[in-house]
């Protein structure tokens, strides 16, 4: 049975800076996203995984490629109700819990600010109710509406941004790095209720993060980025097991392991870009075992293998 693609990138660029002193932080990206999974993105600070949502979520304009959202471009100029649209539709949780949130606002109407936006004719009782659903959904109480956000523990301040975007009842949501900025001990329930809220309400996620062993627990598929290009992607099971790009092997041998005694053992990889000649030969994408994808030149394919 064929899945349903919910949101594909084509050849996706994304450049920053003036004409003449250009930074391309995004280069041809291309994957696709189908309803109902939890797709991860990783890859170190600057990779550029951040701005592929950014640019998704159109906060960056992109500078070519397409993003299609059900079957219609969404990047670029696009008419009122379509914009309306994909408002409503897309939602993206931020990385910083405190910074994201407006800390002159109370709770109440943090939570609520999108739906007084798109739904204009909501009286204030439904709204009302719908913000203290919105809390409870996340494990906060009702009456937490009425306070600041510098009232709340960092986990707390999450929980609230999460809420803000599952009340407007998104299809599809895009979640930065929600637990980068929590301490340890959160990071779980955290974890947990983005995976529950997924089961319950059938959304779909991109799932932006830096940490394999954070993408072994929530994802389906994952995609391996670097320095704006995607450089493999996979189930994450098999991504996981049999990992083929050096530059995911770095990533997964920096993964801490619970057992001291190993942890000293294990042999630390460290990825060097200038092992690729790609002079003679240009990188293609190759399907090198089952649905496991990496981006590499032919005589690569044959040494990683």
Known sequence: MEREVLLEVKDLDVTFGERKKQYEAVKKVNFKIYKG??????????????????????????????????????????????????????????????ASLNERAKVDYIISEGLLNIEKGISEAE?????????????????????????????????IGI????IMNPEFVIADEPISALDVSVRAQVLNLLSDMQKKRQITYLFIAHD????????????????GRILEMAETEELIAHAIHPYTRALLSAIPMPDPRHERQKKLLVYDPDMHDY????????????NHFVLASQREAKEWM
């Open 127 to 159: 709204r009302k109710t719908r913000v203290e659903q919105a809390l409870r959904d996340v494990g906060l109480l009702p009456e937490f509406a009425s306070r600041f956000p510098h009232e709340f523990s960092g986990g707390q301040r999450q929980r």
């Open 279 to 290: 002079r003679s030969e240009q990188p293609e994408w190759l399907e090198l075992r089952p």
């Open 163 to 166: 809420a803000r975007a599952l």
């Open 37 to 98: 999974e939890i797709f991860g993105l990783v890859g170190e600070s600057g990779s550029g995984k951040t701005t592929i949502g950014r640019a998704i979520m159109r906060i960056v304009p992109s500078a070519g490629g397409d993003i299609i959202y059900k079957g219609e471009k969404i990047n670029g100029r696009i008419s009122p109700e379509l914009d309306r649209k994909v408002i409503k539709e897309i939602q993206m949780i931020f990385q910083d819990p405190q």
């Open 212 to 227: 394999l062993s954070v993408m072994r627990f929530i994802t389906d598929r994952i995609a391996v980025i670097h320095k």
